[in-house]
């Protein structure tokens, strides 16, 4: 279905804060680019890994609250874990 995606606006939104702040550009962003992969990295069961349809607040908030569990068990922010667990 054609349209805005709640999915595809954080990923390109986080990809853009995420090259500035490894540039020297900003400080760090206070989140990370959501998608199948870097879920993969966490708790998050299989249903939660798909991203490119998620157009719901709650289910994009549901993910990042996987993304922050698996940050604070290796004490690190949810940016510099995920810029690290990226493979």
Request: glycine share 4%.
């Amino acid at each position: 279905m054609p349209g805005f995606r709640v999915a595809h606006a954080q990923k390109s939104l986080s990809l853009l804060l995420k090259h500035a702040w490894c540039h020297g550009l900003m400080q760090e962003p206070p989140a990370c680019p959501v998608d199948r992969i870097i879920l993969s990295e966490t708790d998050a069961p299989e249903r939660v890994r798909t991203w490119t349809k998620v157009n719901a607040l709650h289910v994009y908030r549901e993910q990042l609250g996987y993304l922050d569990a698996a940050a604070a068990r290796a004490r690190r922010t949810v940016a510099t874990w995920e810029l690290l667990a990226f493979k």
